[in-house]
């Protein structure tokens, strides 16, 4: 069965400092990986997407990702965080062999500490 | 452009009582994705579709749950007999192509008493 897991349900990081999300996930199929943050009241916004090509991935507001298929990951980083990215971050994999039906892991709050 | 939107963007409802939530893809997407996030969780997978049918509607908890899209738009998700156990925040989605990325709508979040 497809699953995803986000081992960290929180993690608190002070302004300016780095971060890493953890992303780990098990499929039988050639995944598509993603990246969505959504705020409190707010639907998902996509942060970044890795479908082939380059493993390491850029999306919006500073983030990258790298997909490693030897370990099954696909870690979010930033290297300075900004307390506008306090949010509930969500790791989620698909593939055309599912119909692209969206597996997500069960979310990473971020507090971002001044 | 216009987003995915989706109405009611809440909605309170008796247990037993029959509700429908409505969604509004991006216009030309093909591709419409309905989701159940409960409290804590991230989404759940209810039913996709291509077009006007239903794909695959696996995700689907029983048959108290039905969902159409009759003209390839505008999709209606309905659940009958509603119990405390549905309540979440109902996520709606679209895609360009099957293959695409998904962009979500702000969700209708269902409190069912």
């Known amino acids: 069965a497809q699953s995803v897991t986000q081992p960290d349900i929180h993690i608190t990081v002070s302004e300016g400092a780095s971060l890493e999300l953890r992303c780990n996930y098990s499929?039988?199929?050639?995944?598509?990986l993603f990246w969505y943050v959504q705020s409190p009241g707010q639907g998902l916004q996509l942060l970044l997407k890795?479908?082939?090509?380059?493993?390491l991935v850029q999306g919006i507001k500073g983030f990258e990702a790298e997909f490693k298929r030897s370990q099954s990951s696909f870690n979010l980083r930033k290297p300075s965080v900004h307390w506008s990215d306090a949010a509930e971050y969500f790791c989620?994999?698909?593939?055309?062999?599912?119909?692209?039906?969206?597996?997500f892991g069960a979310g990473t709050i971020l507090r971002v500490k001044s | 452009g216009a987003g995915v939107s989706q109405t009611p963007s809440n909605k309170v409802t008796e247990k037993g009582k029959y509700v429908e939530l409505r969604c509004d893809p991006i216009?030309?997407?093909?591709?419409l994705y309905w989701y159940r996030q409960s409290l804590g969780q991230g989404p759940e997978f209810l039913i996709y579709?291509?077009?006007?049918?239903?794909?695959?509607d696996s995700g689907l908890p029983n048959d108290r749950f039905f969902a159409v899209r009759p003209e390839g738009s505008v999709s209606t998700l309905k659940i009958q007999r509603t119990e405390r156990g549905d309540s979440a925040v109902y996520l709606c989605?679209?895609?360009?192509?099957?293959?695409?990325?998904?962009?979500f709508g702000p969700g209708t979040r269902l409190t069912v008493l």
């Open positions: 989605a679209s895609s360009l192509r099957q293959q695409d990325t998904q962009y």
């Open positions: 499929y039988g199929a050639t995944p598509y």
């Open positions: 890795y479908f082939s090509g380059d493993t």
């Open positions: 989620a994999v698909g593939a055309q062999e599912y119909g692209n039906k969206l597996v």
């Open positions: 216009s030309g997407h093909t591709a």
């Open positions: 579709f291509q077009g006007t049918g239903a794909a695959d």
